[in-house]
Nanobody
Framework: QLQLVESGGDLVQPGGSLRLSCAAS????????IAWFRQAPGKERNLVAC???????LFANSVKGRFTISRDNAKRTAFLQMNNLKPEDAGIFYC?????????????WGRGTQVTVSS
């Protein structure tokens, strides 16, 4: 079973940047779409960005132009580069994997990494 581990969460000031990483346990990673979700306190978990196994990407409207998603299949790792962070970007960020970015329910999940945006 694919295992995912997120890292890179931190406290950052508004306008700052963070790079999150999602490391996978094996090379089946290369055949999965990888998505990043955010869950703010008391709110549901929402899709932030996704990258297919072919490299196609999609983003939530709220992060377009500020966030980029990428993957390094040789390292079994996906990344979420977040620039110009806003307080409303804060939350627990989870990476997930499944066959396509269009899946309603992703099969594999990490445990999350905390992002706090505050001055």
């Amino acid at each position: 079973q694919l295992q995912l581990v997120e890292s890179g969460g931190d406290l950052v000031q508004p306008g700052g940047s963070l790079r999150l990483s999602c490391a996978a346990s094996d090379y089946t990673f290369n055949y999965y779409a990888i998505a990043w979700f955010r869950q703010a306190p008391g709110k549901e978990r929402n899709l932030v960005a996704c990258i297919s196994f072919t490299g196609n990407t999609l983003f939530a409207n709220s992060v377009k132009g500020r966030f980029t998603i990428s993957r390094d299949n040789a390292k079994r790792t996906a990344f979420l580069q977040m620039n110009n962070l806003k307080p409303e970007d804060a939350g627990i960020f989870y990476c997930a994997a499944d066959s396509s970015c269009g899946k309603e329910e992703f099969s594999f999940w990490g445990r999350g990494t905390q992002v706090t945006v505050s001055s």
